[in-house]
């Protein structure tokens, strides 16, 4: 099966504290791609990453950091130092070629920063 | 970044009239364009996938003839959702993807059918 599971239906946090969201995912191909993106209330969703199956190296952008670990299908998102304005819903997507490529999303994670 | 426009954001209509949206990549051309729908609180659902030139696929439990997709050029797609009624209510967004994997999503169009 392909799936993406988001165990955290809403969290929430004070200002300036770290926060882990996870994401655990089922695919039967041997490529394919994880992403986070984000959906703020306005609605729009914006891309934060891209990774391939054959990078397990973790990675960090400013506040955001990222673990994929293969060996647990695991592809979770940290944000140090939370914000306000990181309040958003952030989904973990699964992106596969079987069948045609296509993109299946997480339920989503609400994250709520509180001031 | 990629830029994604759709249009309209915001539409009301009466029962059992179409609607139209449209969806461009403003910047890039897209081999490929995604139409989700998304009730709220809940994750996108993909409805379709279309390819310039080609007839779009859709996914299981999608009515194609409710749902029109229409991929005309590298830069477009527009969905027409027909005969609308009140369950067809809800935020329908695009994206494209000019290849590689990354979508870029449009700010999505919400629906409200009266």
């Known amino acids: 099966a392909q799936k993406v599971t988001q165990a955290q239906t809403e969290i929430s946090v004070v200002e300036k504290e770290d926060v882990t969201l996870d994401c655990v995912y089922e695919t039967r191909d041997t490529t394919y791609y994880l992403f986070w993106y984000k959906q703020p209330p306005s609605g729009e969703l914006v891309f934060l990453i891209r990774?391939?199956?054959?990078?397990?190296q973790n990675e960090i952008s400013g506040r955001y950091s990222w673990n994929f670990q293969k060996s647990t299908s695991s592809f979770n998102f940290t944000i140090t130092a939370s914000q306000v304005v990181d309040s958003a819903v952030y989904f973990c997507a699964l992106g596969f070629s079987t069948g045609g490529f296509k993109t299946i999303f997480g339920a989503g994670t609400r994250l709520f920063v509180k001031a | 970044g990629a830029v994604v426009s759709q249009h309209p954001s915001w539409v009301i209509c009466k029962s059992g009239t179409s609607v139209k949206i449209e969806c461009r990549s403003l910047d890039f051309q897209a081999t490929t364009m995604f139409w989700y729908r998304q009730f709220p609180k809940q994750s996108l659902m993909l409805m379709a996938t279309s390819n310039e030139g080609s007839k779009a696929t859709y996914e299981q439990g999608v009515e194609k003839d409710k749902f029109l997709i229409n991929h005309a050029s590298l830069t477009l797609s527009t969905l027409t959702v027909t005969s609308a009624h009140p369950e067809d209510s809800s935020f329908y967004i695009c994206s494209a993807t000019s290849g590689g994997g990354i979508q870029y999503f449009g700010a999505g169009t919400r629906l409200s059918v009266l």
């Open positions: 990774r391939n199956s054959f990078d397990e």
